[in-house]
T-cell receptor, first 121, second 113 residues
């Protein structure tokens, strides 16, 4: 299947600094990627939809100035947490959907990065 | 809007016990349904999926059947192993376009020897 690579897998940063998380589709092009956030023992909440060459679409309640998303190419989307605070500590996961054809049918499947555990101290 | 309601955990089972994790959904149209598994410290992995009514997804001994009449997609396994300990997420998405997944809250499964 397709591979989505996310980097770094974990990061610890000081309050007030910014952290950039990269999400790459390694063997397919992704015009759209999704960024999710997962709090401990909770589900994944969609933060934003990242569109190549245009502005990201943010979910209600997500601060676009705090969580900057850039999707400059068909294989790379980045999420930058600006002026991080301890309450931003969380597990961030990116996802991209890849389409592939088998026996005349086209299937689309979501692939996830390994996730980034951010700890702000 | 679309939503997924999943059985609350945690669930603790002995090895070789039968597993059922309930999942029901609310959606417009005909969504695709998924089960994802998340092992400790890792990202999500697709476990199985079904794209239309009455489809059965299966993988690694796990099964789930897309029941349109009951809007359900319950996950089952006949004999769990310690290595199945993980968090399981039920999810749905529209079949067309680049749409995100909508997840249930997840069910933590612990299997003890």
């Amino acid at each position: 299947g397709a591979v989505v690579s996310q980097h770094p897998s974990w990061v610890i940063c000081k309050s007030g600094t910014s952290v950039k998380i990269e999400c790459r589709s390694l063997d397919f092009q992704a015009t759209t990627m999704f960024w999710y956030r997962q709090f401990p023992k909770q589900s994944l909440m969609l933060m934003a939809t990242s569109n190549e060459g245009s502005k990201a679409t943010y979910e209600q309640g997500v601060e676009k100035d705090k969580f900057l998303i850039n999707h400059a190419s068909l294989t790379l989307s980045t999420l930058t947490v600006t002026s991080a605070h301890p309450e931003d500590s969380s597990f961030y996961i990116c996802s991209a959907r890849a389409s592939f054809s088998t026996t005349g049918r086209t299937n689309t499947e979501a692939f996830f990065g390994q996730g980034t555990r951010l700890t702000v101290v | 809007g679309n939503s997924v309601t999943q059985m609350e955990g945690p669930v603790t089972l002995s090895e070789e016990a039968f597993l059922t994790i309930n999942c029901t959904y609310t959606a417009t149209g005909y969504p695709s349904l998924f089960w994802y598994v998340q092992y400790p410290g890792e990202g999500l992995q697709l476990l199985l999926k079904a794209t239309k009514a009455d489809d059965k997804g299966s993988n690694k001994g796990f099964e789930a059947t897309y029941r349109k009449e009951t809007t359900s997609f319950h996950l089952e396994k006949g004999s769990v192993q310690v290595s199945d300990s993980a968090v399981y997420f039920c999810a749905l998405t529209r079949n067309s376009g680049n749409t995100p997944l909508v997840f249930g809250k997840g069910t933590r499964l612990s299997v003890i020897a």
